[in-house]
């Protein structure tokens, strides 16, 4: 079975359930659950980002340039609101990090507000988009990989952290990338239990970790770093706009979740303890 990354050993580990065909592991010391180690990660951690970067439509990752131009309104709205949530516990923002940067879209939001931006992806379509297409600084390499030779304001780990195979050796590297005022915003899926909208697909196996706040937070603290605040958001929603099924009901069940932190999007920002 697996070793949970949160406490490095199998000695709590259960068999959690199966989904797709792919067994899911329980640590219950954390409640971390995770994908069953007999399943080779090897396998799949280096095109999972490929994988994402392709028109799946059962994983539902919407996040094309087709799309991004399409739907430019949603985007904006998303990361305006993620730029101002990292605004009020730093209002010097002026440099950034993307950790995962995909087509460079939320680069290019912070660009356009004045932000000096820098990435790195693992996706060479992707990363070569973001450089070619939209003129970004960024780099097609891993995070373990990366020698960082400046500090930025803000660090950026979106829809990236459930499918690293050694979560604490990355947030540790981050770490020690950071200067004490910057700032690091994570995002992950939270599918797990009552969440909306329901059923979402879990990404297997793709993410290896399925986190909730709870271990999410446990996995920062561990590697050094203090949560500031959480937020719950939707996913899909651009998939939503693209089936023509949005309206009022529909906004008003997102408010609902985004409210009650009932929203399978989890959403942190943290600070670097020193």
Same mark, same amino acid.
């Given at each position: 079975m697996s070793v949970c990354c949160i406490c490095e050993s199998d000695q709590y580990n259960r068999?959690?359930?199966?989904? =797709?065909?792919? $067994?899911?592991?329980?640590? =219950? *010391?954390?409640s971390l659950v995770y994908l069953d180690g007999r399943i080779n990660p090897e396998e799949f951690i280096a095109d @999972? #980002?490929?994988g994402?970067?392709?028109? =799946?439509? $059962?994983?539902?990752?919407?996040?094309?340039?087709? %799309?991004?131009? *399409?739907?430019? /309104?949603?985007?904006?709205n998303f990361f305006k609101e993620r730029l101002t949530r990292c605004l009020r516990y730093n209002?010097?923002?002026?440099? %950034?990090?993307?950790?995962? @940067?995909?087509y460079g879209f939320w680069m290019d939001y912070c660009r356009r507000q004045g932000i000096e931006v820098k990435g790195i992806e693992i996706s060479e379509e992707a990363g070569n988009y973001g450089k070619e297409k939209m003129y970004l600084d960024i780099e097609k390499t891993s995070l373990e990989d990366f020698n960082f030779y400046s500090q930025y304001a803000l660090y950026n780990l979106c829809d990236v952290l459930e499918h690293l195979k050694n979560p604490n050796r990355d947030l540790r590297i981050i770490h020690n990338a950071m200067k004490p005022e910057s700032l690091l915003f994570v995002q992950v899926p939270d599918v797990l239990g /009552?969440?909306?909208?329901?059923?979402? =697909? %879990?990404?297997?196996?793709?993410?290896?970790?399925?986190?909730?706040f709870k271990t999410l937070k446990i996995l920062l603290e561990k590697n050094g770093f203090?949560?500031? #605040?959480?937020?719950?958001?939707? $996913?899909?929603?651009?998939?939503?706009?693209? *089936?023509?099924?949005?309206?009022?009901?529909? #906004?008003?069940?997102?408010?609902f979740a985004k409210t009650f932190n009932l929203g399978n999007r989890l959403m942190v920002l943290c600070k670097a303890v020193t």
């Open positions: 068999e959690y359930r199966i989904y =797709n065909g792919y $067994q899911l592991c329980k640590c =219950n *010391r954390c @999972a #980002k490929e994402l970067h392709s028109e =799946n439509k $059962q994983t539902e990752y919407w996040s094309f340039p087709e %799309m991004y131009h *399409r739907y430019l /309104f949603v985007f904006d209002k010097n923002i002026n440099t %950034m990090f993307d950790i995962g @940067a995909g /009552f969440k909306i909208p329901i059923n979402h =697909n %879990m990404g297997l196996p793709h993410h290896i970790w399925q986190f909730n203090y949560v500031l #605040k959480k937020w719950h958001g939707i $996913q899909g929603v651009i998939g939503c706009y693209e *089936r023509n099924e949005v309206n009022i009901f529909l #906004k008003s069940k997102w408010l």
